[in-house]
């Protein structure tokens, strides 16, 4: 199993704090069935700040201290970047990191909201070649009060990835209901863990696919895993025609 979103490497925002941490977080990962995982650590998002080379240097390091521990765990480039208006100059510079020198990069939003210049950012990336990936919109109060606004982005390219502790409800019942929901409508391709440690936000990996595979069957398992596996290398993902988000309002959600 491929595990695309992850905050394993040690030190640099509010995953693993030292380096026993991350191999703590390896060995679990392991256990999960996790073969490779790339790490994802925040990036411009007001309180910390990861660029490309300090990741690419710091994941080197991490393999280098697994390998002499014999853990076979493989751990591969990458950055969650808070959407801000500017990215696309920053990548031009050589700041942004895609996943695994891929064409595809995560683009985290915030919170609360969905900046209204998000559709226009994400079409210029689709323009200079890249894939932007959403992640965790089932996590956005914005994106669980006009579900719409999210299938506007996916169709006009945007890719999405769920967080597993939502599919198992670590972040509720209705963020778990609303996942689900989003894998209803094919607006989501991609489900990762964004484990920032192995205990109040550990993987869940293999709890969620039981869960989809239970709602959906193992023909939607099998979709997220070849996604995973596709984007790792490079190559165009599955994507489904997306529909209306059946939606039903849930009292006091946010």
Known sequence: MIDIHSHILPGVDDGASAIEDAVNMARLALDEGITKIIATPHHHNG???NKKQDILKRVKDLNNMLQSKNISLEVLPGQETRIYGSLLDDFEKGDILTLNHTNYLFVELP???VPGYTEQLLFEMQLKGLSPIIVHPERNAEVVKYPDKLLNLVKKGALTQLTAGSLT???GKKVQKFSLQLI???CTHFIAS???NTST???RMR???SKVHKEFGSQVVYYFQENAELLVQGQSV???EPSKIKYKKFLGLF
């Open 47 to 49: 309180m910390y700040f």
């Open 111 to 113: 919170s609360g909201h």
């Open 169 to 171: 409800g670590h972040f």
């Open 184 to 186: 209803e409508a094919n």
């Open 194 to 196: 964004d484990a920032h």
């Open 201 to 203: 936000r550990s993987f």
């Open 207 to 209: 709890e969620s696919i």
């Open 238 to 240: 599955y994507r489904q």
